[in-house]
């Protein structure tokens, strides 16, 4: 099962070499009561302890593959299910320092079936999180 | 006691289980607590709850057909979308939304259901469906027919039973003269006061452009008589029984003799749609249930 | 998954023929953190809108079969796992009316490694659960 | 960063989601928790954690090892129970005892563990242990031996470093010369200040008859380096590291300088055991680790 809230405990780190990583990682619980086409996401916002990250080099890893933001709106069969966490690989040269980090997303999803000028619909999500090692 | 005695059929869109499904259930537990419950139909969002949708494997399928034969539980509507804002930048070709909705009928009659709910896409502030829908149906009709299945877009607040978009549908039934091509009623429409939701797992926006959506009275349950005769599906959306079994938020005794005298035999679909709270689903589920099916009884007696 | 309250809504329901049914069932979590012998199961009492049902006649349905609390008591081998409810069987006349009750649920089990006058461990659960049919 | 170089092994108890466990996740999510989360060693509860114990399948004890293979976790501690009230209305002898140890030493061998902690029921307000434990333990020495686990009673507060029932072990393991016996030392037993847990799903007391539990100071640090040549395991028992990643009950720099000055290179395996709240076991073990990491770093560093 994956956590109540949006942004998961779990699959929060650094990557790349240890000794310089290259960007961390999130796992994102979707917030939809749907599955959805990878095209109708749109940019996110990741901001950690202030710092904000643009959406459009925020890595996805979806379970049908792993796609730039240019790949995703392009793609026809990205899919990101309600049961999978998407997730989201963020560039950040030297990664984040063990502790405990206040992270913020905000997800874009484009829904058909509500009028143009109320869309994107927006999910805020806060909650602090743990580099462990 | 536990003989279905209805004059309809009652089931529960596993849409209830939002607020659960993935955190504290997965979809096999949902449809258990849907028979569990009492419930004989069991609604499901395609895109939702089928595991590897569109393309799952014969194992699921292969379980969904024994867990609903052990549970007595018969496939009623899958819920599908039309998204016509598939691809940025442009819009979607008819051809595009009648493949889409014939992959979802297709999928559909494959698990055993006999209704298909496609979600269109709006053009306007006022909800009027994009024009692709009629090409993207009409050419389904015979597929449809050969499925078994009723395509029913969905009446659901703020799209009201008096409306241009109404008699678009029930036009292009005339025009096609199919019987594949019905209208489901959502009775959110017939709120006598406005749910306010609490909960939720994070704050939620429309847009940053300011916009309001637009503010349209709910309807007397006297507009669900005038188009009863092409209603072929109900979704029984409702946001909380309180702990006396009274609704305040939805007329049920007034919607069910509306549905009842007018002869109408098919489902009444749960759709929990009340506080975003885990846990709150199954509970509200038997209590609207419960409700239901007292008002059933008492019609029986008088 | 279970509900995370020891009393579930799933499982309450009247029991024997429709006409005339003979009791009352709930299904209940465990609330201990392992699972544990029958035999250290001790009389437990359930109430409903009021109404007492004594301990000595409730039937226990568990994944290693049903027993009465007498025969609970004498198994070797009855065993309450973490991961299952147990049914409780409740005799009751008539069963219980359609709509919401009050159920009450204070549950003992008896510890090795506590002090006998702590004994036994006594959970007290209460909710409101509903008879659909 | 991500190297595990820690001069001692860091460990989580699967205790720690007793709130999750079988509501928000079942013990495979559990364990890939443990193993998101940085830890190399996995505890469980015999009775807790293991499908249809005390017969496990051999599917579910292939999927065990590989998927600890696949996490890179090393199973360390079992732990078990001498249930001596398990028979209403009489003791339970030292051949019962016996038996019931042997059933969870085969187990935890069977499934890869070092360690096995017999919780032994007690006889006395001052929680004397039943009697039976020495022949109980001793009938088994030759087991362990064989399946290469190290037997190992907890302290666990209120029960403390000195005290008799800590003076009847060591006894024990200088009588019999046994090296498959030795002390866990549960850190709740340090705590600075008494923790206050909130939550649960149900209220609980123990017994009708008003009786009190011993009231027991915690304990100096400095008693632990006493019995460090006796300690083959560590319960890292914690409660609440705060957002500033500070744990205000429990003295880690303290803990961590005995155990580390002492050569000790064994497991430190985390025991949440904070508000009864889904969700916190997960956040709050990685703090845990965080905090743990960081003060070994410190050492390295000084
Ligand atoms: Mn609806
Ligand atoms: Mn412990």
Known sequence: MLEEQLIQAAGFRNVGPDAAPTGFQLRVRSPYYRGLWGS?????????????????????????????????????????????????????????????????????????????????????????????? | MSTDNLPFGLGVSLYSYTEDLGVTMTVEDCIEDVADLGAKGLEILGEGHIADYPNPSTAWIDAWFARNERLGLTPTLYGSWIDTRRFPGR??????????????????????????????????????????????????????????IVICPEIHWPTVIRSPVVEEYLEFKERTGTSQFGLLIDTGVFDV???????????????????????????????????????????????????????????????????????????????????????RAADQLRRQHALIRSIAAERTER
């Open chain 2, 91 to 148: 819009g979607m070709t008819a051809a595009e939304g009648a493949a889409q909705l014939a992959l979802d009928l297709r999928l559909a009659g494959r698990l055993g259901f006999s209704f298909v709910r496609p979600k269109i896409g709006v053009i306007s502030g006022d909800l009027q469906v994009d024009p692709i829908w009629q090409e993207a149906v009409e050419r389904n009709l015979e597929l449809a027919e050969e499925l078994g």
């Open chain 2, 193 to 279: 006061q406005r749910f306010h939701a609490r909960g939720g797992s994070a704050s939620f926006r429309m847009g940053d452009g300011g916009a309001m959506p637009p503010d349209v009275p709910f309807v007397p349950v006297s507009d669900l008589a005038e188009v009863m005769e092409h209603t072929v599906y109900f979704q029984a959306k409702f946001y909380e029984v309180d702990d006396d079994l009274v609704d305040h938020y939805l007329p049920w005794r007034e919607i069910i003799d509306v549905v009842v005298d007018s002869g109408y035999t098919g489902w009444l679909s749960s759709e929990y749609e009340g506080h975003h709270v885990p846990y």
């Open chain 1, 40 to 133: 109708l996401i749109e940019r996110p916002t990741v901001t950690v302890d202030g710092e904000e990250f643009a959406g459009d080099d925020t890595l996805w890893t979806l379970p049908t593959g792993e796609y730039t933001f240019a790949e995703l709106q392009r793609s026809p069969d990205a899919r990101w299910p309600m049961d999978a966490p998407a997730v989201l690989t963020v560039p950040k040269p030297g990664g984040l320092a063990r502790g405990i980090h206040e992270v913020t997303l905000e997800l874009r999803l484009r829904m058909s079936y509500i009028p143009e000028e109320l869309q994107p619909s927006i999910w805020t999500a806060t909650r602090k999180a743990v580099i462990v090692r």
